[in-house]
């Protein structure tokens, strides 16, 4: 990890909303390594985005965060922003433009990216809770649990408020402990015990390894039954995704994978693993043999609040299961858990800070 070179002491303020706290960033200068990493972020947006409409009569600080705000609707164009604003002769400005291109490099699936100008960010004002926010994003995403954890610890300390933090700090926890049900039951609880514009946390209901697995081959059965067939496909529970596939671009929060007997076979609910192979055909009639079902036990349960709702979830996991394997690309009716995860969250602003 390489961080970037802090120097000076001329101050600046953080000020108006979106801004934990009002204290004074440090002026620096970008190193060499993150000079060049800017460089190649801006090829990565096409012409028809670098839209130049300077307002100069806005404040800066303020259309970052707008801009930080709704990143997910136009990460292209949020980045063209960020880069324009990386030599801004204020610290604060250069700061919130780092957030802004972690943010929209996160959205774009550039995840190592994400993270070096997030370390940037968080080198230039340690005590950002944006800065640590979109750092502990990137960590996660790239499977690096232990540092995003720690990045987390700072994070609810200065922004004790934000139930995305606690939230994502549970799931951390339940990555370095995964066998046991409690961890990070604390955390959980703390981001639901908070109101958040970022959607409903819940406390996860943990189910026995065999009642889950029950209720998997029960949903197999199902299916069976209503098709008059087969399925062809073994089930695996399995409790997380694979670290090791994590570090290389797979969803830690992904509920389910469908693996085939070729290279082809993958990651078919992410957006960043296609199917491939044996998949690039059209709809089948039955699940093709040597094909296996994997449910991510905990990623299921950390949607849910009870049972019943965790077995809503299995539900729909293997209907979409399915609907993959088959090539069906049906409507699944099953509504299952709401799909809140917490590093999709905006990034924290005033109003999340100490009480």
């Known amino acids: 990890m390489t961080p970037s070179v802090v120097s000076g002491t001329r101050p600046a303020h953080h000020s108006g909303p979106g801004y934990v706290a009002n204290h004074a960033a440090r002026d620096f200068e970008l190193d060499k390594p993150l000079k060049d990493a800017a ?18 009569d806005k404040d800066v600080l303020q259309t970052l965060r707008e801009h930080t705000r709704s990143c997910a609707e136009h990460p292209l164009g949020a980045l063209w922003v960020a880069h324009r604003h990386l030599k801004d002769p204020a610290p604060a400005v250069r700061i919130a433009a780092l957030v802004l291109a ?68 549970g799931q951390v926890k339940v990555w370095l402990d995964p066998d046991n049900p409690a961890a990070g039951r604390a955390d959980f609880a703390a981001a639901a015990a908070l109101s958040s514009d970022s959607g409903t946390w819940v406390v996860p209901y943990r189910m026995a390894g065999a009642e889950f697995e029950a209720q998997a081959n029960a949903e197999i059965r199902v299916h069976d039954s209503e098709t008059g067939g087969s399925a062809g496909a073994l089930v695996d529970v399995v409790l ?52 296996r079902f994997v449910l991510y036990q905990r990623n299921i349960e950390n949607l849910c609040q009870d049972r019943a709702t965790v077995r809503e979830e299995i539900r729909k996991s293997v209907a979409e299961l399915y609907d993959t394997a088959l090539q069906s690309r049906a409507r699944i009716a099953i509504k299952g858990a709401p799909e809140e995860h917490a590093e999709a969250a905006n990034v924290p602003g005033d109003e999340d800070g100490q009480p």
């Open 39 to 56: 460089a190649r972020w801006l090829n990565l947006v096409p012409a028809g985005h670098r839209h130049d409409a300077r307002e100069p």
């Open 102 to 169: 972690s943010e929209a490099l996160w959205w774009m699936g550039h995840f190592e990216d994400a993270r070096r100008a997030a370390q940037g960010a968080a080198d230039a004002d340690p005590a950002s809770a944006q800065a640590l926010w979109r750092l502990a994003v990137a960590l996660y995403r790239l499977g690096r649990f232990d540092e995003a954890g720690a990045r987390l610890d700072d994070l609810v300390k200065v922004a004790s408020r934000f139930a995305p933090g606690w939230a994502l700090r």
């Open 240 to 291: 997380l995704p694979d670290k090791a596939r994590v570090e290389l671009g797979v969803d830690p929060d992904r509920r389910w994978h469908l693996e085939g007997p070729s290279a082809g076979g993958g990651d078919s609910n992410s957006v960043f693993g296609g199917l491939g192979g044996d998949f690039a055909a059209g709809a089948r009639s039955r699940v093709p043999f040597g094909n």
